[in-house]
């Protein structure tokens, strides 16, 4: 109870918190990114491991309720912190510059905002059908039976070229928040020596770079016509 | 205008006390000679706001050699001035330039409230020591200096955060206004030695404690604090802090 | 009169023993009656503070800094001399006593200084327990380094800053007293002045420097912990805030100050670079190991130093004293200093600088190894030059960095006033005429960890009287006067400011009473410093309120008292007629310009008492007897 206490209410536990669901979410972003990289793959495979998914809901729900649990956790503490930081500097210096940070660090409540708007998006677009409504209704036959057409959704929803911009630009600003927050998450954590400092802060670079390249070549590979 | 003087004018933070407002003013700084501190050169604008009959500017110094941490200005939004590891008595006119303007600010902190002019309240950093920033050890009955060997490494480690002066530069910087490399700093030194393993967790959960009722913000990990650090205190004890604190509160019942 | 030291009878090794076997004690239960004011937060106040608290004591203390952790002391750079002999190389609590003694040029008194030597040893263990991080050997032992005036190793140090961990390790303990309740901390507190009740002291008066107020407190006994008076010199190596106003108030209630003449002239401080400057750097003497001191053979070498060839050089120190070098006793290295700049051979502006060359030690241990024991003194030497170390020698001058006299203590560091005892720095007791390097941080902890709580028993014991109220009239009357004085300096509204007016004093002292000092010298400051004194209270101009945070103000309150005890520090040294120490009379000084002592008519500690403004104060004498020690002719040829 006291150790929940200190988790909860302490300003370092606050900080865990925020590094496990962000080390999570990360997992997930990854898993996600390779799940739709399955595109490049064919039709076939996409629509496969869709209606897996949808078929399985033992798994489904509770990554869902998961997800949402851990965005929840992980926004509410973030704004209760930055709140409490604002009020720790009532009045603020003539002219503020911030000293040897990063713009990645400097950036990461805005990115995070921006980061949180876009899923709100994504969901409405792709889960919701709140954007494209038509991008439900496509099936495909597959073992026999009639499944969602991820793929036609999919290639559907990028080669509307705002759409896609949309996705682009969001993607940047996921980059810029993991690079800060991955590395982040290590020093909250404690885990961030300055044995493995340096090693740690590529690692948060490359994997936000990798994240964002992934990400990307979907609708890149859709507007310029090499997914059909 | 010779080579070694300079004039400039400074925009100061003036504040009558606590309760009042505070305004910037405008001051000419006249043959200002390179060889001057930054606190001499405001020595030399002070005795000449005192022949004018104007109050002179209020600002903390006492040692004037860098170790004490009395003396706390933001100068140009840096805390402690443009140079690295280095404290506003230790920066020299020489590194400003004939016709610069320079503002100076007292430290900005909620925890930190202004007294006068530049002249802040640091005793929340006295309260976070007060709670659990020693080793118990009453006057008498130690063992011997030598009893317990500790390896160089340990004792140098313990002594880079040891340095700390309590100036609350990292305070300052920081954008969030945290202490929590003054609070790594003290952690970190105690922590590393054997003699301060017995109360490690308690130590630890009670100065995060303190630092939290102080209304200090909330780390975001940026290094503005070590960056300004006159004593170059690395982000390294922020680290170890938060590996302490987590394994004390998973061990606290 | 003849002032007696209370030093215990017997051999001098059991002195201390003795008195602690026989001396009273307070009983856990009653110790919380008593109420001890401790004024100084530095290494002996915050030392005694937590100390007393530990043992039971009600206690408050009163610094005028924002936190106890910016006493003075944190500044000491060198290191902590203690009698361990961990080097094995022939040290021993006998050879620390002997060493002390001779050091301060056979003027300090033997009981105490034992005693100092005796303790030494159990400060590093309190301090090594407290978590102080000591500089340590790869086995994971305690390293030594030899310092001046000592041919054993017998100094811990912890980088080039022993002093701020020292300090941080006894605020550590005091803010652990502190936050158990047992201590009350007034910082930005000013103590004005003393009371006394009955004659004893039994409280004082002080001001709060954030709102002005003045208040009194009242206690059992009062402890000054408040440093010394080198700002009396105006430039020296103390912070801007270090004063005499504690001592001099308790001076003027009645307690006598001893041998203020004895002050010390560091040698090794940045030198001046303009009339700008406000305080001097000093750079640990510990830079002596290895930094070899040097001169150009002829005045007006223009060349810079790295082209002057090793013939056209003068290692002045090493040439003078081949048995201890470069790491001759301060005053010796100090007067060394000045004697060559009189002779023409200084260097850098104005001529009055020597050189400190590490060029040899590079050459043998390599840069880094110097980076690693020095590396923080060639950074500050830097930031305060702009010039490299590394690369060129240093410029050093002396500069007025400590000072030995002070309240007059008995051997329970109490002064002739019952109830004030006076510790550290701010007392006279242990270092004679002149001291060695690394021992006032010894003194201090020594004082406050070792000596005090013991002695302060026994004072406890002996007496009946308990804290009064801080209505008595006694109190009254003191906030009255302290009040008045306030009122005085603000309404005066003059031309000339109190920093003005410091710098003039603080040049005339420095130049008729600094590092060598004469009769006629001497007769010029004391016609001087009063007319001086008389135009400060025309003519200064301290602007603002009494009733809120006002620098100036504070500054004109320990300037007004500088401008009284410069008086009475020439007084002394035109009155001790010899050199000795750190108090050298160019009219007594050997054939090849040593200090040349007079044990026949000197050998006493001068202690004066307070007679009004501007009259004659009253010589006590406390005869210096030697019992154990053979006085000789210091010698470190």
């Given at each position: 109870m006291k150790t929940l206490k200190l988790i909860f209410l302490s300003s370092l536990g606050r900080k865990y918190v925020m590094a496990i669901s962000g080390a999570l979410l990360f997992l997930f972003v990854i898993g996600h990114m390779l799940g739709n990289l399955q595109i490049f793959l064919g039709k076939d495979f996409l629509n496969a491991y869709a209606h897996f998914l949808k078929a399985t809901p033992e798994l489904l729900w509770p990554a869902r309720i998961g997800l949402l649990v851990l965005a929840i956790l992980h926004i509410v503490t973030a704004v209760q912190l930055a709140i409490e930081n604002r009020r720790a500097r009532p009045l603020a210096y003539d002219g503020t510059k911030i000293y040897a940070a990063s713009f990645a660090a400097q950036a990461i409540l805005f990115s995070g905002l921006v980061v949180l708007a876009f899923i709100v998006y994504h969901l409405l677009h792709f889960t919701f059908g709140k954007i494209q409504p038509e991008a439900l209704t496509y099936t495909v036959m597959y073992k026999g039976e009639p499944i969602h057409d991820v793929y036609k959704m999919m290639v559907m929803g990028f080669s509307n070229p705002w759409i896609s911009a949309i996705y682009l630009i969001c993607m940047g600003l996921l980059c810029l928040h993991l690079s800060h927050g991955v590395s982040s998450l290590f020093q909250s954590l404690g885990w961030k020596t300055n044995a493995y400092r340096n090693a740690i802060d590529k690692f948060a670079k490359i994997s936000a770079l990798i994240i964002f390249l992934g990400n990307c070549a979907i609708p890149v590979a859709i507007l310029l016509g090499l997914v059909k | 205008m010779s080579e070694t003087t300079m004039n400039l004018t400074l925009r100061v933070w003036r504040q009558k006390n606590a309760q009042s407002a505070g305004t910037f003013v405008e001051y000419e700084a006249k043959n200002i000679s390179v060889d001057m501190s930054f606190l001499e050169m405001l020595d030399v604008v002070n005795e000449e706001l005192t022949a004018r009959g104007e109050d002179p500017i209020a600002f903390d110094h006492d040692c004037r050699e860098g170790i004490c941490g009395m003396c706390s200005l933001t100068i140009n939004g840096k805390a402690h001035g443009p140079l690295e590891a280095t404290t506003t008595c230790q920066l020299h006119m020489r590194s400003f330039k004939n016709g610069d303007a320079i503002t100076v600010e007292p430290w900005r902190a909620k925890p930190f409230p202004v007294i006068k002019d530049l002249v802040t309240d640091r005793s929340a950093f006295d309260r976070i020591i007060q709670v659990g920033g020693f080793v118990s050890v009453s006057t008498g009955g130690a063992p011997d200096g030598n009893a317990l060997p500790i390896p160089k490494t340990d004792a140098d480690a313990a002594m880079d955060a040891a340095q700390c002066i309590g100036c609350g530069a990292c305070v300052a910087a920081c954008k969030n206004a945290s202490a929590m490399l003054f609070v790594a700093a003290k952690v970190g030194h105690l922590g590393l030695l054997p003699q301060g393993q017995t109360e490690r967790d308690r130590r630890v959960l009670h100065m995060v404690a303190q630092m939290d009722e102080e209304g200090f913000g909330n780390c975001t990990n940026i290094g503005s604090c070590s960056a300004v650090c006159p004593k170059e205190i690395g982000q390294d004890f922020i680290s170890r802090l938060n590996r302490d604190f987590l394994k004390a509160s998973l061990r606290a019942k | 009169m003849t002032l007696e030291s209370n030093v215990p009878s017997g051999p001098l090794a059991h002195k201390w023993s003795k008195y602690k076997q026989e001396q009273k004690l307070v009983n856990p239960a009653n110790k919380r009656k008593f109420e001890v004011l401790i004024v100084g937060s530095g290494l002996a106040g915050a030392s005694a503070a937590a100390t007393l608290a530990e043992l039971g004591y009600n206690v408050k203390c009163f610094c005028f800094q924002d936190s106890p952790r910016r006493a003075h002391s944190i500044a000491a750079q060198g290191g902590i001399n203690a009698a361990k002999n961990y080097r094995n190389d022939g040290d021993s609590i006998y050879r620390l006593f002997y060493d002390t003694i001779k050091g301060g040029d056979f003027r300090a008194r033997e009981g105490n200084v034992h005693r100092l030597a005796e303790v030494s040893v159990n400060i590093i263990d309190q301090c090594v327990a407290q978590g102080v991080p000591f500089a340590r050997e790869y086995g994971g032992l305690l390293d030594n380094r030899s310092f001046g005036?000592?041919?054993?190793?017998?100094t811990f140090y912890a980088r080039g800053q022993t002093g701020q961990q020292l300090l941080l390790g006894a605020y550590q303990a005091l803010s652990r007293q502190i936050g158990l309740g047992t201590v009350k901390m007034y910082p930005r507190t000013e103590m004005l002045d003393l009371v006394l009740i009955n004659g004893e002291a039994k409280g004082i008066v002080v001001r709060d420097l954030i709102t002005g107020a003045i208040s009194s407190h009242g206690g059992d006994a009062v402890v000054l912990?408040?440093?010394?008076?080198?700002?009396v010199f105006y430039l020296s190596t103390n912070a801007q805030g270090c004063n005499v106003t504690a001592t001099y108030r308790a001076y003027k209630k009645g307690a006598y100050f001893a041998n203020p003449c004895y002050t010390q002239i560091h040698p090794t401080c940045i030198p001046v670079s303009g009339d700008h400057q406000s305080k001097l750097t000093l750079m640990s003497e510990s830079l002596r190991n290895d930094g070899r001191v040097w001169v150009p053979k002829t005045a007006g070498d223009t060349r810079l130093p790295q082209d002057i060839p090793e013939g056209d050089r003068d290692y002045y120190l090493e040439r003078k004293y081949p048995s201890y070098g470069n790491l001759a006793p301060r005053d010796i290295a100090s007067r060394a200093a000045k004697e060559a700049c009189d002779n023409g051979l200084g260097v850098g502006p104005g001529g009055r600088g020597v050189y400190l060359d590490f060029s040899d030690a590079i050459k043998r241990l390599g840069e880094d190894k110097i980076r690693e024991r020095y590396g923080n003194l060639f950074e500050m030497y830097e930031r305060i030059t702009g010039e490299n170390a590394y690369q060129r020698p240093m410029r050093i001058y002396p500069a007025v960095h400590y000072t030995m006299g002070g309240l007059w203590v008995d051997y329970n560091l109490?002064?002739?006033?019952?109830g004030l005892f006076v510790l550290g720095e701010a007392n006279f007791s242990d270092h004679g005429a002149n001291r060695l390097g690394a021992s006032a941080l010894m003194q201090g902890l020594a004082d406050g960890y070792f000596v005090l709580p013991y002695t302060i028993a026994n004072h406890f014991a002996s007496t009946k009287q308990h804290k009064p109220s801080t209505d008595a009239a006694e109190f009254k009357e003191a906030e009255q006067e302290v009040e008045a004085r306030i009122k005085k300096l603000l309404s005066i509204n003059g031309k000339r400011t109190v920093n003005d007016f410091h710098r003039e004093l603080g040049k005339l002292v420095w130049d008729k009473c600094g590092m060598a000092r004469n009769d006629a010298g001497l007769k010029e400051a004391l016609a001087r410093i009063p007319a001086l004194r008389e135009e400060f209270w025309e003519n200064v101009n301290v602007l603002g309120d009494a009733e809120a945070l006002n620098p100036a103000l504070e500054r004109a309150g320990r300037v007004a008292d500088f401008m009284e005890f410069a008086e009475l520090l020439c007084l002394d040294a035109l009155h001790r007629k010899e050199s000795c120490g750190g108090h050298f009379r160019e009219e007594y000084q050997t054939e090849d310009g040593e200090a040349q002592r007079n044990d026949e008519e000197f050998s006493y500690v001068a202690a004066w008492g307070y007679s009004g403004v501007g009259n004659a104060p009253v010589l006590n004498k406390e005869p210096l007897v030697y019992e154990e020690v053979h006085m000789t002719q210091r010698s470190y040829k």
């Amino acid at each position: 109870m006291k150790t929940l206490k200190l988790i909860f209410l302490s300003s370092l536990g606050r900080k865990y918190v925020m590094a496990i669901s962000g080390a999570l979410l990360f997992l997930f972003v990854i898993g996600h990114m390779l799940g739709n990289l399955q595109i490049f793959l064919g039709k076939d495979f996409l629509n496969a491991y869709a209606h897996f998914l949808k078929a399985t809901p033992e798994l489904l729900w509770p990554a869902r309720i998961g997800l949402l649990v851990l965005a929840i956790l992980h926004i509410v503490t973030a704004v209760q912190l930055a709140i409490e930081n604002r009020r720790a500097r009532p009045l603020a210096y003539d002219g503020t510059k911030i000293y040897a940070a990063s713009f990645a660090a400097q950036a990461i409540l805005f990115s995070g905002l921006v980061v949180l708007a876009f899923i709100v998006y994504h969901l409405l677009h792709f889960t919701f059908g709140k954007i494209q409504p038509e991008a439900l209704t496509y099936t495909v036959m597959y073992k026999g039976e009639p499944i969602h057409d991820v793929y036609k959704m999919m290639v559907m929803g990028f080669s509307n070229p705002w759409i896609s911009a949309i996705y682009l630009i969001c993607m940047g600003l996921l980059c810029l928040h993991l690079s800060h927050g991955v590395s982040s998450l290590f020093q909250s954590l404690g885990w961030k020596t300055n044995a493995y400092r340096n090693a740690i802060d590529k690692f948060a670079k490359i994997s936000a770079l990798i994240i964002f390249l992934g990400n990307c070549a979907i609708p890149v590979a859709i507007l310029l016509g090499l997914v059909k | 205008m010779s080579e070694t003087t300079m004039n400039l004018t400074l925009r100061v933070w003036r504040q009558k006390n606590a309760q009042s407002a505070g305004t910037f003013v405008e001051y000419e700084a006249k043959n200002i000679s390179v060889d001057m501190s930054f606190l001499e050169m405001l020595d030399v604008v002070n005795e000449e706001l005192t022949a004018r009959g104007e109050d002179p500017i209020a600002f903390d110094h006492d040692c004037r050699e860098g170790i004490c941490g009395m003396c706390s200005l933001t100068i140009n939004g840096k805390a402690h001035g443009p140079l690295e590891a280095t404290t506003t008595c230790q920066l020299h006119m020489r590194s400003f330039k004939n016709g610069d303007a320079i503002t100076v600010e007292p430290w900005r902190a909620k925890p930190f409230p202004v007294i006068k002019d530049l002249v802040t309240d640091r005793s929340a950093f006295d309260r976070i020591i007060q709670v659990g920033g020693f080793v118990s050890v009453s006057t008498g009955g130690a063992p011997d200096g030598n009893a317990l060997p500790i390896p160089k490494t340990d004792a140098d480690a313990a002594m880079d955060a040891a340095q700390c002066i309590g100036c609350g530069a990292c305070v300052a910087a920081c954008k969030n206004a945290s202490a929590m490399l003054f609070v790594a700093a003290k952690v970190g030194h105690l922590g590393l030695l054997p003699q301060g393993q017995t109360e490690r967790d308690r130590r630890v959960l009670h100065m995060v404690a303190q630092m939290d009722e102080e209304g200090f913000g909330n780390c975001t990990n940026i290094g503005s604090c070590s960056a300004v650090c006159p004593k170059e205190i690395g982000q390294d004890f922020i680290s170890r802090l938060n590996r302490d604190f987590l394994k004390a509160s998973l061990r606290a019942k | 009169m003849t002032l007696e030291s209370n030093v215990p009878s017997g051999p001098l090794a059991h002195k201390w023993s003795k008195y602690k076997q026989e001396q009273k004690l307070v009983n856990p239960a009653n110790k919380r009656k008593f109420e001890v004011l401790i004024v100084g937060s530095g290494l002996a106040g915050a030392s005694a503070a937590a100390t007393l608290a530990e043992l039971g004591y009600n206690v408050k203390c009163f610094c005028f800094q924002d936190s106890p952790r910016r006493a003075h002391s944190i500044a000491a750079q060198g290191g902590i001399n203690a009698a361990k002999n961990y080097r094995n190389d022939g040290d021993s609590i006998y050879r620390l006593f002997y060493d002390t003694i001779k050091g301060g040029d056979f003027r300090a008194r033997e009981g105490n200084v034992h005693r100092l030597a005796e303790v030494s040893v159990n400060i590093i263990d309190q301090c090594v327990a407290q978590g102080v991080p000591f500089a340590r050997e790869y086995g994971g032992l305690l390293d030594n380094r030899s310092f001046g005036g000592a041919q054993v190793s017998r100094t811990f140090y912890a980088r080039g800053q022993t002093g701020q961990q020292l300090l941080l390790g006894a605020y550590q303990a005091l803010s652990r007293q502190i936050g158990l309740g047992t201590v009350k901390m007034y910082p930005r507190t000013e103590m004005l002045d003393l009371v006394l009740i009955n004659g004893e002291a039994k409280g004082i008066v002080v001001r709060d420097l954030i709102t002005g107020a003045i208040s009194s407190h009242g206690g059992d006994a009062v402890v000054l912990a408040t440093g010394g008076y080198g700002n009396v010199f105006y430039l020296s190596t103390n912070a801007q805030g270090c004063n005499v106003t504690a001592t001099y108030r308790a001076y003027k209630k009645g307690a006598y100050f001893a041998n203020p003449c004895y002050t010390q002239i560091h040698p090794t401080c940045i030198p001046v670079s303009g009339d700008h400057q406000s305080k001097l750097t000093l750079m640990s003497e510990s830079l002596r190991n290895d930094g070899r001191v040097w001169v150009p053979k002829t005045a007006g070498d223009t060349r810079l130093p790295q082209d002057i060839p090793e013939g056209d050089r003068d290692y002045y120190l090493e040439r003078k004293y081949p048995s201890y070098g470069n790491l001759a006793p301060r005053d010796i290295a100090s007067r060394a200093a000045k004697e060559a700049c009189d002779n023409g051979l200084g260097v850098g502006p104005g001529g009055r600088g020597v050189y400190l060359d590490f060029s040899d030690a590079i050459k043998r241990l390599g840069e880094d190894k110097i980076r690693e024991r020095y590396g923080n003194l060639f950074e500050m030497y830097e930031r305060i030059t702009g010039e490299n170390a590394y690369q060129r020698p240093m410029r050093i001058y002396p500069a007025v960095h400590y000072t030995m006299g002070g309240l007059w203590v008995d051997y329970n560091l109490m002064s002739n006033i019952p109830g004030l005892f006076v510790l550290g720095e701010a007392n006279f007791s242990d270092h004679g005429a002149n001291r060695l390097g690394a021992s006032a941080l010894m003194q201090g902890l020594a004082d406050g960890y070792f000596v005090l709580p013991y002695t302060i028993a026994n004072h406890f014991a002996s007496t009946k009287q308990h804290k009064p109220s801080t209505d008595a009239a006694e109190f009254k009357e003191a906030e009255q006067e302290v009040e008045a004085r306030i009122k005085k300096l603000l309404s005066i509204n003059g031309k000339r400011t109190v920093n003005d007016f410091h710098r003039e004093l603080g040049k005339l002292v420095w130049d008729k009473c600094g590092m060598a000092r004469n009769d006629a010298g001497l007769k010029e400051a004391l016609a001087r410093i009063p007319a001086l004194r008389e135009e400060f209270w025309e003519n200064v101009n301290v602007l603002g309120d009494a009733e809120a945070l006002n620098p100036a103000l504070e500054r004109a309150g320990r300037v007004a008292d500088f401008m009284e005890f410069a008086e009475l520090l020439c007084l002394d040294a035109l009155h001790r007629k010899e050199s000795c120490g750190g108090h050298f009379r160019e009219e007594y000084q050997t054939e090849d310009g040593e200090a040349q002592r007079n044990d026949e008519e000197f050998s006493y500690v001068a202690a004066w008492g307070y007679s009004g403004v501007g009259n004659a104060p009253v010589l006590n004498k406390e005869p210096l007897v030697y019992e154990e020690v053979h006085m000789t002719q210091r010698s470190y040829k």
